[in-house]
């Protein structure tokens, strides 16, 4: 029996959405059987223009969202370890998860686009792999304190003393991804905190050589490989007909010959023969990067076209 790959939605609003139509893509997404919504989480569009109503901040949205679902899984691909200080964090993440009754996911990244902390003041520091990892380690520190005890960090960052480690998530291990083509210190941080390891944008043939170093960073500190999740986000440009594949890839301004080569693109025959691949070298989730998110029409294609053939 060959294994079920899950189907996740995953936005990148910076480049232009509010929270309704987050809500409507994300209800829509419920309605439609996806396993996740997921969000980018950065205040500033990349490109030209300005991304016009202007940036919604992932946590915050996350929060109206666990109110106004239902079933979903809600989280972020990845939260910048810049915007946010690791114990405050480890507060907003537990909280959403009580507001959507455990169903929430933290995708933690090390923070990259220096120009939106320019943008909106946020400093953007050096050494910030270092800081993720400590953010880690106080994040999923704080989470497993028990209650009644107190939690203490000393790091070269961040210092925190007789914290009360308040409050818990609903989940009694909520769900830590990361992600990233770092061949050394990304795939130990995996291997030592991670629940899942998400792979952007990366071929089958990185997919393959990825996947191998976490699963032996997992290994080698006595971890079973299997004990992660392995998942992929791509983009994803699917259409009943040539036209269509056409229309939708010249809405996000990118061609169909691109997409194809590197995203999820073409019929949905064409796109489950990609998956497949992905599916053969160990990947069990696929995050659906959606670029137009007035196109519900492509959610429902995808959900019906697609998904049934993954499970």
Same mark, same amino acid.
């Given at each position: 029996?060959?294994?079920?790959?899950?189907?996740?939605?995953?936005?990148?609003?910076?480049?232009?959405?509010?929270?309704?139509?987050?809500?409507?893509?994300?209800?829509?997404?419920?309605?439609?059987?996806?396993?996740?919504?997921?969000?980018?989480?950065?205040?500033?569009?990349?490109?030209?223009?300005?991304?016009?109503?202007?940036?919604?901040?992932?946590?915050?949205?996350?929060?109206?969202?666990?109110?106004?679902?239902?079933?979903?899984?809600?989280?972020?691909?990845?939260?910048?370890?810049?915007?946010?200080?690791?114990?405050?964090?480890?507060?907003?993440?537990?909280?959403?998860?009580?507001?959507?009754?455990?169903?929430?996911?933290?995708?933690?990244?090390? #923070?990259?686009?220096?120009? &939106?902390? !320019? $943008?909106? +003041?946020?400093?953007?520091?050096? @050494?910030?792999?270092?800081?993720?990892? *400590?953010?880690?380690?106080?994040?999923?520190?704080?989470?497993?304190?028990?209650?009644?005890?107190?939690?203490?960090?000393?790091?070269?960052?961040?210092?925190?003393?007789?914290?009360?480690?308040?409050?818990?998530?609903?989940?009694?291990?909520?769900?830590?991804?990361?992600?990233?083509?770092?061949?050394?210190?990304?795939?130990?941080?995996?291997?030592?905190?991670?629940?899942?390891?998400?792979?952007?944008?990366?071929?089958?043939?990185?997919?393959?050589?990825?996947?191998?170093?976490?699963?032996?960073?997992?290994?080698?500190?006595?971890?079973?490989?299997?004990?992660?999740?392995?998942?992929?986000?791509?983009?994803?440009?699917?259409?009943?007909?040539?036209?269509?594949?056409?229309?939708?890839?010249?809405?996000? #301004?990118?061609?169909?010959? &691109?997409? !194809? $080569?590197? +995203?999820?693109?073409?019929?949905? @025959?064409?796109?489950?023969?990609?998956? *497949?691949?992905?599916?053969?070298?160990?990947?069990?989730?696929?995050?659906?990067?959606?670029?137009?998110?007035?196109?519900?029409?492509?959610?429902?294609?995808?959900?019906?076209?697609?998904?049934?053939?993954?499970?």
């Amino acid at each position: 029996m060959m294994a079920v790959v899950d189907l996740r939605i995953f936005t990148e609003p910076q480049q232009g959405a509010d929270y309704e139509t987050l809500l409507r893509v994300a209800k829509t997404a419920e309605q439609l059987g996806y396993d996740g919504f997921f969000r980018s989480d950065h205040y500033l569009k990349m490109g030209s223009a300005s991304g016009l109503p202007g940036p919604t901040d992932a946590w915050i949205t996350l929060a109206g969202l666990a109110r106004e679902t239902e079933r979903i899984r809600l989280g972020t691909l990845m939260t910048a370890a810049t915007f946010r200080l690791p114990g405050v964090l480890a507060i907003q993440v537990a909280q959403v998860d009580a507001m959507s009754g455990g169903r929430v996911e933290l995708g933690l990244g090390a #923070g990259w686009y220096e120009q &939106e902390h !320019r $943008a909106y +003041g946020i400093p953007f520091p050096k @050494a910030k792999f270092d800081r993720l990892e *400590e953010q880690l380690a106080i994040v999923t520190g704080l989470w497993a304190t028990e209650v009644g005890k107190t939690f203490d960090f000393t790091g070269r960052h961040y210092q925190l003393a007789d914290s009360p480690a308040l409050p818990k998530p609903v989940q009694s291990r909520v769900p830590v991804l990361l992600g990233g083509l770092g061949p050394t210190r990304t795939p130990a941080l995996a291997a030592r905190y991670a629940t899942e390891f998400n792979l952007p944008f990366a071929s089958v043939e990185q997919t393959v050589e990825q996947f191998a170093r976490v699963r032996a960073a997992a290994e080698e500190i006595g971890r079973p490989a299997d004990d992660l999740v392995y998942s992929n986000a791509l983009v994803a440009c699917v259409g009943r007909t040539e036209a269509e594949v056409n229309r939708r890839a010249a809405a996000i #301004g990118r061609e169909p010959v &691109e997409l !194809r $080569a590197n +995203g999820l693109a073409g019929t949905p @025959a064409e796109v489950l023969e990609r998956i *497949e691949r992905f599916r053969a070298v160990g990947s069990r989730r696929i995050y659906l990067q959606i670029l137009d998110l007035d196109d519900l029409d492509h959610l429902e294609l995808i959900a019906t076209e697609v998904m049934p053939h993954l499970a």
